[in-house]
């Protein structure tokens, strides 16, 4: 079975700079997808970013990019120029081929400070 | 709507009574998802439907549980003789039904058993 662990349960930044949420992850496949999804208060869980597996190149979105190290089985989220809007809570989520379903992280509560 | 759409946004009810919970995918995906996420923590799998067949109900935590789908369109998660331990948002996704397409979330379910 898959795991994803997000170790940082809480961070905050100052409006402006650069932070870095960290994810890991278990498993024993190969070809497999990861994801960032941010939910804000509103609740609606928003998709940020995603990579896949065989591609050694990092995803990026604008402001985030990713920093995917398949051999330590790590899957770090960049958000650049962090703005106020970015407040959230972040989950990490692994999904294969024959899973059919996300397997989530706990979350990082990420707050964005004026 | 352009979205998933879930009915309703909040409910409260009495502790033994029944609960339904509807789910309106995007209209042309073909996978359809539940998901709880109980207060802090991550989203727990519970149920996932390709079209209207169900080929992973691994996540319903009892058999107080079931879901339906019909139309390969509107899905409804039921839960009976609700307890207290019930309590928790109810997240629907929908997706274009392969591995590793992202899942478009609901605004959710907020369930509260008195």
């Known amino acids: 079975a898959q795991t994803v662990t997000q170790s940082q349960p809480e961070m905050s930044v100052q409006e402006a700079e650069t932070v870095t949420l960290s994810c890991t992850y278990d498993?024993?496949?190969?070809?497999?997808?990861l994801f960032w999804y941010k939910q804000p208060p509103s609740r609606q869980m928003i998709l940020v970013i995603r990579q896949e597996a065989y591609k050694q190149q990092n995803a990026t979105e604008n402001r985030f990019s990713v920093n995917f190290q398949k051999a330590a089985k790590s899957f770090s989220l960049k958000i650049s120029d962090s703005q106020l809007g970015d407040t959230a809570m972040y989950f990490c989520a692994f999904d294969s081929f024959g899973n059919e379903k996300l397997t989530f992280g706990t979350g990082t509560r990420l707050t964005i400070i004026p | 709507g352009a979205g998933v759409s879930q009915s309703p946004s909040n409910k409260v009810t009495e502790k033994g009574k029944d609960v339904e919970l509807r789910c309106d995918p995007i209209s042309g995906h073909t996978a359809l998802y539940w998901y709880r996420q109980s207060l802090g923590q991550g989203l727990e799998f519970l149920i996932y439907?390709?079209?209207?067949?169900?080929?992973?109900k691994s996540g319903l935590p009892s058999d107080r549980f079931s879901a339906e789908r019909t139309g390969g369109s509107v899905s409804t998660l039921t839960i009976q003789r609700t307890q207290q331990e019930d309590s928790a948002v109810y997240l629907c996704?929908?997706?274009?039904?392969?591995?590793?397409?992202?899942?478009?979330f609901g605004d959710g379910t907020r369930l509260s058993i008195l």
């Open positions: 996704a929908s997706s274009l039904g392969t591995t590793g397409q992202p899942q478009h």
């Open positions: 439907f390709q079209g209207n067949s169900a080929p992973d």
């Open positions: 498993t024993s496949e190969n070809n497999y997808y």
